[in-house]
C-alpha cells in the first residue's frame, strides 16, 4: 500500500518529530500536519521544516489526514485516539507507546472505531527529548512492532505499515499482551536498573568520589537514566504488571550471583559470567539479523 497523502503527527517531542522529519526527507512526501500542546514545538518543527501546517486541535489534525499518528506520553494516548477516530470516519490512528494494554484497556466502549486503531511502537530511542532532539534516521534499520487485534481492520494495519516503512524502519506484529512482556524485560528493567543504581550511588555518603572516578563503562550503563523521569514514570507504572514478573526473574539472579560472591564461590561465579557474555553475544546477532518473510517465514 503506498503512502496517504495527508498524515498528522500528535506530540512533537523527539518519537513524533522524528517520524515528521523522516518522511520531509522522503521523495514524494505526504503532507505533513503537526499538533502539540507545546506552541513551542510545533513552531520549530514548522520552523525547521519538518511539518507543512499545524493543526489546533486533535480533532482538526485528525480530519483528512490518512493516518493519524499519537505520539505522546501513555497516559495521554487513549483519550486522544478516541478524540482522532470521533473526528473523522475514514483516518486510521496509530501511536508509538511503550505500552499497549494499557493503552488498548483505556479505549473500551469505542465501539466499530477501534477496527481503525492500529497500536503501534517503534523499538528506537534516545535519552534525549522533545522535539529538538528529532532524528531523520533515528528509525532506519530499527524494528517497529504493530500489535493489532482481531478487531483491526487489516487495511488500516497496511496502511500504518506503509508509513513505518517509508521511514526506514522493520516492521512485525505481535499482540498487545506479548509486546509489553517482552518491552518489560528488554527495555522497561534495564532503565528501571540504571535509575536504581544512580539512585543508589547518590545516596551514598562519599558520592562526590565515586562520581568522580567512575569509568567509561558507568557512564554507558547509566546513559538512560538522563531520559524523561515523568515519560519514564508513566510507561513503568502502566506496565507495572509485565515488570513485576521481570523485576521478580532479575532479582533471584541477582541474589544467586550475590550468594555466590559472599561465599567466595569461584566456579559459579565465573559461570554465571561466563554464561552472560556468550548470551549476550547470542542476542547481538539476533538484534542484527534481518526480520523473517512474513510470506515465507525465512
Not at 227 to 246: C, F, V
Request: hydrophobic residues 45%; proline residues 5%; charged residues 25%.
Amino acid at each position: 500500500m503506498s503512502m496517504p497523502r495527508r498524515v498528522a503527527v500528535v506530540g512533537l517531542g523527539l518519537i513524533g518529530g522524528s517520524v515528521a522529519r523522516s518522511l520531509r526527507d522522503r521523495t514524494g512526501a505526504p503532507h505533513i500536519v503537526g499538533f502539540d500542546a507545546d506552541p513551542e514545538a510545533t513552531r520549530y518543527a514548522l520552523e525547521a521544516g519538518w511539518i507543512d501546517s499545524v493543526a489546533a486541535s486533535v480533532a482538526e489534525a485528525a480530519r483528512g489526514a490518512g493516518v493519524l499518528m499519537v505520539a505522546t506520553p501513555v497516559r495521554g494516548i487513549a483519550p486522544l485516539v478516541r478524540i482522532a477516530l470521533e473526528a473523522d470516519p475514514d483516518v486510521v490512528v496509530t501511536d508509538a507507546g511503550s505500552v499497549k494494554q494499557a493503552v488498548m484497556e483505556g479505549l473500551a466502549g469505542v465501539g466499530g472505531a477501534v477496527a481503525r486503531f492500529v497500536p503501534g511502537h517503534p523499538v528506537a530511542g534516545s535519552e534525549r527529548f522533545g522535539v529538538t532532539a528529532a532524528e531523520a534516521a533515528l528509525f532506519r534499520g530499527r524494528r517497529v512492532i504493530l500489535t493489532p487485534t482481531d478487531a483491526t481492520d487489516t487495511s488500516a494495519v497496511a496502511r500504518v505499515r506503509a508509513l513505518w516503512e517509508a521511514t526506514g524502519a522493520l516492521v512485525e506484529c505481535m499482540t498487545p499482551a506479548h509486546h509489553d512482556e517482552v518491552l518489560a524485560a528488554t527495555s522497561h528493567l534495564p532503565h528501571v536498573l540504571a535509575f536504581a543504581l544512580v539512585d543508589c550511588l547518590a545516596g551514598m555518603e562519599d558520592r562526590r568520589e565515586l562520581f568522580a572516578y567512575a569509568a567509561g563503562g558507568f557512564r554507558d550503563f547509566t546513559r538512560i537514566a538522563s531520559s524523561s523521569p515523568e515519560m519514564w514514570r508513566d510507561i513503568l507504572l502502566e506496565n507495572r504488571r509485565a515488570l513485576d514478573d521481570t523485576l521478580a526473574a532479575f532479582e533471584r539472579t541477582l541474589g544467586a550471583l550475590r550468594a555466590s560472591l559472599r561465599e567466595g564461590d569461584e566456579p559459579a561465579v565465573l559461570e554465571t559470567l561466563t554464561r552472560a557474555r556468550a548470551a549476550r553475544q547470542r542476542f547481538l546477532s539476533l538484534m542484527e539479523a534481518p526480520l523473517p518473510d512474513p510470506d515465507t517465514g525465512d
